[in-house]
């Protein structure tokens, strides 16, 4: 989508990749994040399962995941189905957006349900205070990056809600030591 | 911009995002990952989806809001409130909306 206002004014083919590039970095989080739970897949459900990977397939299958709720063979299955509805979803919405986007109207301030999506899918993440510290120092930190270019804030406030989830980790293990 | 240099840029953009989406899933399997960078990846679900809400909720067309007007901000933790107390991503959802729409109607009517 950041491609769009670049095409329309004419940069280099080089200089839009390179803006696409920036914007999903946060995409490399997701792989990082999946990769241990798909590490003994073959090539073929690697590339697959990789080409399918969107913000609501990775938020709605690593909490599960990561919770050991589900096990192998069951997790590429489980997360296939996930990933393939909401891609099918996504290519059905693009094309009805294109067809009928002048006419469908924004009265019912609809797109709020994408927030609430992940607020749903984002409070299950908050396990523990650990955990919670990530989520309160990643959330602080995108109240003031969020205005960066790029979607560079998000990947910063990504970044910095680690780093505060592993400062308070080793803060509570030296507590109780 | 010709057809040609459309469908290069398409290809392209389209070449990288999948690159990145199989960057670790690829690479894990043929490497370990130090012991370092899988503590760290346990924070990553709830830092990176809280860095994904958080500006959809603080920032009305573009700008930062927090202000008791910001009726998103508050139908938010409204939502959040509910998703804690049920796990359930449709009450989460109605709730939500439901918060939205009584904001938006109250703020209306002062």
């Known amino acids: ?177 | 911009m010709s057809p040609l240099t459309l469908w290069l840029t398409i290809a392209g953009a389209g070449a990288v995002t999948f690159a990145l989406r199989l960057s670790f899933i690829a690479l894990l399997g043929r490497i370990e990952i130090p012991p370092f960078l899988g503590r760290a990846l346990r924070f990553v679900p709830a830092a990176v989806l809280t860095a994904v809400v958080i500006p959809l909720l603080f920032y009305e067309n573009g700008a930062l809001d927090v202000w008791l007007g910001n009726e998103r901000l508050l139908a938010g933790l409204a939502a959040a409130l509910i998703a804690w107390r049920t796990r359930s991503v449709l009450f989460t959802i109605g709730g939500g909306m439901a918060a939205l729409w009584t904001l938006q109607a109250i703020g209306l009517s002062l």
């Open chain 1, 1 to 177: 989508m950041a491609a769009v206002p670049l095409l329309s004014a004419g940069a280099s083919v080089a200089i839009v990749v390179l803006a696409v590039l920036i914007v999903n970095l946060r995409l490399t989080l997701y792989s990082a994040s999946l990769a241990p739970h798909f590490k003994r897949l073959p090539v073929g459900w690697k590339g697959l399962l990789s080409y399918l990977l969107t913000d609501q397939a990775y938020a709605a299958t690593i909490t599960r995941f990561d919770a050991g709720e589900t096990e192998e063979p069951d997790k590429r299955w489980y997360y296939l189905g996930v990933a393939l509805a909401i891609w099918v979803a996504f290519q059905a919405a693009t094309l009805a957006g294109v067809f009928l986007g002048a006419w469908a109207s924004g009265g019912w301030s609809l797109d709020f349900v994408l927030p609430l999506i992940f607020i749903a899918l984002a409070i299950p993440a908050i396990k523990d205070r650990t955990t919670g510290a990530a989520a309160l120092t990643a959330g602080m930190t995108a109240v003031f990056a969020a205005a960066l270019p790029l979607n560079l804030g998000l990947i910063a406030a990504a970044l910095v809600g680690v780093f505060g989830g592993l400062v308070a980790e080793s803060v509570i293990e030296k507590v109780q030591r």
